[in-house]
Nanobody, 126 residues
């Protein structure tokens, strides 16, 4: 059974940091692009970051660029999202996804991703 399981969310103060993890099981992520999406209450899901299968391409939502870093460890079937300088606007449910496209300067869209995790909540508040 193909599964993606996110962890690492929580409550953090503005300016703080979190590292999210997403572990895949039931398939190898070696040949997949991986991404992180987020969805805040009342808003549409948006792509935050993606990384190509070989890690040679990454792409970020403009508001995340310079603060968030996506990385992957194919040996562990795991993808990470390091989030620094967190802001209240970053509060959302964060989802990991596996798909086939991560290209610089191309929007990170849900239709490019086939497999999804259940999400982990990130709350940024003082």
């Amino acid at each position: 059974q193909l599964r993606l399981v996110e962890s690492g969310g929580g409550l953090v103060q503005p300016g703080g940091s979190l590292r999210l993890s997403c572990v895949a099981s039931g398939f190898s992520t070696d040949y997949f692009s991986m991404s992180w999406f987020r969805q805040a209450p009342g808003k549409e899901r948006e792509g935050v970051a993606c990384i190509s299968s070989s890690s040679d391409n990454t792409n970020y939502l403009l508001s995340a660029k310079g603060r968030f870093t996506i990385s992957r460890d194919n040996a562990k079937n795991t993808v990470y999202l390091r989030m620094n300088e967190l802001k209240p606007d970053d509060t959302a449910e964060y989802f990991c996804a596996a798909g086939h496209y991560c290209v610089q300067y191309r929007p990170i869209v849900q239709d490019d991703y086939n497999y999804w995790g259940q999400g982990t909540q990130v709350s940024v508040s003082s």
